[in-house]
């Protein structure tokens, strides 16, 4: 398989319904997590631009589903997060009906990273995810993001516990994250 070329990734667009998604022809990998997970920092790390995914500390400021291109003609995919969020129920509950579609009926979509602070892994929206991609036999990878906050060897406890918990999944992989 030839190499990615992360940092050539650009915006493509934004969807805020599964409608307005760009159509279906190229492979689409999506990151989902808890609001201020750090779904966005880690996309900029990832493709090595500051400014390509917004990013803010209120939780809850991705509020589409947004398509990132590749050079290679793959989407990422940052999609609004789940849990808390300085935004009205409703808005929420949009957000989620729109997540569970596109991660229900999107059939381009190849593989799901997860993001998981690691100050507080695995909540029970974080295990539903996991639970339901190995049920879709969907890979995915979980990021324990935010390692700096934790000494380390703090961060490779939660890191082994966390890989014991997982350990039976087939198609899951976990490692530790950081947006510096």
């Not at 589903?65 to 590749?70: D, E, T």
Request: overall charge positive.
């Amino acid at each position: 398989m030839p190499a990615m070329h992360y940092n050539q990734a650009t915006f493509v667009t934004s969807a805020a319904n599964l409608a307005a998604c760009p159509p279906e022809s190229v492979a689409e990998v999506a990151f989902a997590g808890r609001s201020n997970a750090g779904k966005s920092s880690a996309i900029n790390a990832i493709t090595n631009q500051t400014r390509l995914a917004r990013i803010s500390k209120t939780p809850g400021r991705t509020q589409l589903i947004n398509f990132f291109g590749l050079a290679e003609g793959r989407f990422l995919v940052d999609l609004p997060g789940y849990g808390f969020a300085k935004v009205p129920l409703s808005v929420k509950n949009k957000w989620q009906e729109e997540l569970e579609k596109y991660l229900r009926r999107r059939q381009v979509l190849c593989g799901l990273i997860l993001l998981s602070d690691i100050r507080h892994p695995l909540k029970d929206f974080d295990r539903m995810m996991i639970d339901w991609a190995v049920q879709s036999d969907l890979p995915l990878h979980l990021l324990l993001t935010k390692s700096d906050k934790l000494k380390r060897g703090a961060a490779q406890n939660t890191l082994l516990a966390v890989q014991k918990e997982l350990k039976s999944f087939d198609n899951v992989t976990v490692q530790l994250f950081s947006s510096l």
